[in-house]
């Protein structure tokens, strides 16, 4: 089982940058693959992206691309996702999750442990 803790978000302008992290603990962070998805209020939890156990593969959903970049550090047990040029319709709580395996999936249902979520307001 792994706990996973996101943190980084918060009020920012459209054009702006943010990082997210997503600490885990527990079992080893290397045995994971990994997914940011976003809620947007009023909507479904989307998948944003996704990397794999050994962060040489990576998926972006089609909104973010060229924006956003997913990375993962294992000796530090934490992924990250940067966000650049914010803008208002990525407001959304973020959460990060994990499945067991070495490939990511885009699907939601194919991952068993997530975060609280962290919430990020892109102002116009």
């Known amino acids: 089982q792994v706990q996973l803790v996101e943190s980084g978000g918060g009020l920012v302008q459209a054009g702006g940058s943010l990082r997210l992290s997503c600490a885990a603990s527990g079992r080893t962070f290397s045995s994971y693959a990994m997914g940011w998805f976003r809620q947007a209020p009023g909507k479904e939890r989307d998948f944003v992206a996704a990397i794999s156990r050994s962060g040489g593969s990576t998926a972006y959903a089609d909104s973010v691309k060229g924006r956003f970049t997913i990375s993962r550090d294992n000796a530090k047990s934490t992924v990250y996702l940067q966000m650049n040029s914010l803008k208002p319709e990525d407001t959304a709580v973020y959460y990060c999750?994990?499945?067991?395996?070495?490939?990511?999936?885009?699907?939601?249902?194919?991952?068993?442990?997530w975060g609280q979520g962290t919430r990020v307001t892109v102002s116009s």
């Open positions: 999750a994990a499945r067991v395996g070495a490939s990511y999936y885009l699907a939601e249902y194919e991952y068993v442990y």
